[in-house]
């Protein structure tokens, strides 16, 4: 259980979370959606410390953020940058490997070598186990860093706008397999996404910010809607409905 | 990965017997000992300058900047001379040595907290940005260091004005002990959280995720470095790309992100460069160039061969 609890936060004049009040409940993937500038991203930093609380509590599981120490909240709460590129010269191996450090503390044993052997045969990434994170393709180092998560084992995913620079193909292929950890595996899935439709799609709850405030909460079969799109977004887009699925025709 | 360490461990020992022996004459107890200190002295810089080099690197993410490019040891002279005027040389000198090393070990400490900590935290990103800033940085310490310089008594500026120029054929032998103690400590350090600074080169997000705070490992990085560049300052002058040129020769031997092997080559190959490379200039080639000039401009080569091909 992620307990949000009157979080507010500001960045220079400028209010970015207005006592925001939310608990996710552990398994499924759970987007959250909103305009640039809606305090998405922030939400997500927050709730992995990667930015300081100003104001209100969050706790991950019971373990207050900014209080317990880091190491515990790496073996409950992980948090995939957006920005994957590394610079020092990476394999595979060693970057799913790095998944299980928060246990081991760079001494690896023979159970940790197995876990991160099944995350590479789990996602696929067996053939190209020694290959060099710098020359894959977007979609194969996406999948390479969410093996590394997954191979951390924690309870929680954190994931900011994984789908930025991926095609078609490798974000379906992505969106599918975070949805089998959460389905499957009981793992939670956060993720901020910018477009609706794979949140529509993949999600199975769908939080809207807007101004710093949560706006919509719910699945995407009853918040998204033609009047959503124009509270949230301030677009006349319009909604349909493909096989029980809402679709934004963009 | 080990074997290439071991060859580098051979390729030094070699150096150092070089260095040691040939064209030594005389009363070989005395050469070898004379040698010896200096010899000292080399290795030291050649850790020193490679260790703090390497895990800068990695706490900053890239492989470009050095803390002398960014104006570490140019501050340390800064130090040095402020105290100086401050101090006026005949106080100055009559200060032991070490004590005066310890003092100036402690203000680039602080002063490198402050200046680069910030520094860091607000334009990591930004990698132009943060060469352009060491670059001013560098120039507005060497200009106010000349300044207090010009304002000083001459017979005072004798005695910074050996600090101030690279010189691997003179290593200060006086300040040996205080550094081997210094630098031991600050490699043991370094040792101690090898595992950590694999974390921490994955960059914030990722280690914060793994459950290393990075800024926390960024101030522990920077005293270190601090403590090192200031032995090395100390001991032979400020010399700016030796440590690039290390390390990028370091990467491209060890292709590795683990530290538990990236900091022995990178040790032994400074000393290669160093030893092997004074053995060249001393012993074959007479003196006719200084070591530092060929070390800064090999350095320089591989910094902008760096720069440029990141610009692509």
Known sequence: MIDIDGVSYR??????????????????VVALI????????????LIARLQALQSGRI?????????????ALARVLAILPQDLTVTSRLTVRDLVGFGRYPYHKGRPTAQDD???????????????AGRVLETLSGGQRQRAFVAMAYAQDTAYLLLDEPLNNLDIAASRALMTRLQMLAAEKGRTVIIVLHDINYAAAYADRIIALKEGQVIA???????????????????????????????VLV | MHGRIAALGCILFAACAAYLSIGARGDWEFVLAFRAQKLGGLLLVAVAMSW?????????????????IMGFDALYLLLLSAMVWGLGAQSYRALPAQGLMAANVVLLCGAALVLFGALLRSGRDDLMRMVLTGVVLSVLFRSITAYLQRMIDPNEYAVIQAASFARFSAVAVDLLLLSALLTLL?????????????VLALGPVLSTSLGEDPTRGQWRVLILVAILVSVSTALVGPVTFFGLLVTSLTYQVMNT?????????????????????????????GLATPLSVVVEFLGGLVFLMLLLRRQR
């Open chain 2, 186 to 198: 600050a490699c043991a350090a370094i040792w101690q959280i090898r595992h950590r600074l694999d």
């Open chain 1, 217 to 247: 909460d719910g699945p995407p079969r009853q918040i998204i809607t033609d009047g959503l799109l124009q509270d949230v977004f301030e677009t006349g887009a319009k909604v349909f409905r493909v096989d029980d699925r809402p679709v």
């Open chain 2, 52 to 68: 703090a080099t390497l895990i800068f690197q990695t706490i900053t993410n890239n492989r470009i900047l050095t803390p002398s």
């Open chain 1, 114 to 128: 197995a876990l991160v052997a099944d995350a590479l045969r789990s996602f696929d990434l067996e053939d190209i």
């Open chain 1, 11 to 28: 960045i220079g004049g400028q209010q970015i979370l207005r006592d925001v009040s939310l608990r996710i409940a552990p398994g499924g």
């Open chain 2, 257 to 285: 992100p683990r530290h538990a092997l990236l900091l022995p080559a990178a040790a032994l190959m400074g000393g290669i460069i160093l030893v092997g490379g004074q053995t060249v200039m001393e012993r074959l080639l």
């Open chain 1, 34 to 45: 909103g305009p640039n500038g809606a305090g998405k991203s922030t939400l997500l930093s």
């Open chain 1, 59 to 71: 706790s991950v599981n019971g373990l207050p953020v900014g209080q317990v120490a880091d190491d």
